[in-house]
């Protein structure tokens, strides 16, 4: 059924959803011998389709691949595409330090191999979706070089009616684990002196392996957690390993004005039944009045 308008916001303009860091490595092994990361993934597509909504793109920021093997985005191609197809959506493929830019032309775009990064935008009814490549090759920091930092300013020097959000791996934010910090993205004043002053109004990360946020330039900075595995931030700091468990994916709302950033578990738990589509019927038809009275008040008030 269509959203409904309850409270002082309209339904969102646009549901992105947002995914990250899958690691695939072919022949369907193990990921670091204990996380099965192309399972993992499949439980995490489930998820995607239970949501019940349909979304405008579904964006997987980097790590798509653990080794950057042709086997391992065949498989995430395998995975992924049907899901996407039944959704009617797109899907936004970012380059994160572990893939290899010529094996994910290739083997998961369709096109021809080389080292250039891996970039594009997508008009999603109005909202722009620029993706950047901030994987170095050889290397796991980030960087984003002159060539494509120029692109991107001459992308958008014209606005967009809904805004526009950036997609990449390494996220422009201070980490709470130190090695992220050892491979953070680096010259992020010049991303920064890009961005100022348009209308970008988000940016969507990984590479960290938890769920976290911030601002960056006055742009506010979403990174989704791990599809494969997560990192156990119950431990200090320095002592902060990864766990197969807490995986997790975000559910984007655009807004005229603000934009949300819903953490959806991937968990198998049971759940309450007492809402239900039904429910929300039920309440569409009463008068804002009347909602009040049937949901708001507390008994004997």
């Known amino acids: 059924m269509q959203p409904v308008q309850f409270g002082s916001h309209p339904p969102a303009r ?3 959803v947002h995914l990250s860091d899958a690691h695939l490595l072919g022949g369907d092994r193990m990921l670091g011998g204990r996380f099965d990361s192309l399972a993992n993934l499949r439980a995490t597509l489930a998820a995607v ?19 950057g093997e ?3 985005y065949r498989a995430v191609r395998a995975a992924v595409e049907p899901v996407a197809e039944r959704l009617g959506a797109p899907i936004v493929w970012v380059a994160g330090n572990h893939d290899e ?6 083997d998961l775009l369709g096109l021809e191999p080389s080292h250039e990064p891996v970039t594009g935008v997508w ?8 993706a950047l490549d901030t994987s170095v090759p050889g290397w796991h920091h980030g960087d984003i070089d002159a060539g494509q930092l120029r692109w ?18 390494h996220p422009p934010l201070p980490s709470h684990i130190p090695l992220f910090d050892i491979l953070e993205l680096r010259h992020q004043d010049a991303l920064a002196e890009v961005i100022a002053g348009t209308d970008v109004r988000g940016i969507l990360a990984g590479h960290l392996h938890y769920s ?13 957690a791990a599809t494969c595995y997560t990192m156990n931030l119950q431990r200090a700091p320095d002592e902060v390993n990864g766990m197969d468990a807490g995986q997790s994916f975000h559910l984007v709302h655009v807004y005229d004005d603000t934009i949300t950033h819903a953490v959806v578990p991937v968990v198998d738990a049971s759940t309450g039944d007492f809402f239900s589509a039904e429910w929300t019927e039920r309440m569409a038809a009463l008068t804002p009045q009347e909602r009040l009275e049937e949901f708001s008040r507390k008994p004997g008030r």
């Open 152 to 169: 991107l300013g001459q992308a958008l020097r014209q606005p967009a009616p809904l805004g526009t959000l950036l997609a990449l791996h």
């Open 14 to 16: 646009r549901v992105i």
């Open 101 to 106: 830019r010529p094996e994910l032309r290739r």
């Open 123 to 130: 008009d999603l009814g109005g909202l722009r979706l620029i």
């Open 212 to 224: 976290t946020h911030g601002m960056f330039a006055g742009v506010p900075v979403s990174v989704a």
């Open 70 to 72: 042709p086997d391992a």
């Open 49 to 67: 389709e239970r949501l019940g909504v349909t979304p405008d793109a579904l964006v997987f920021t980097g790590d798509i691949a653990d080794l």
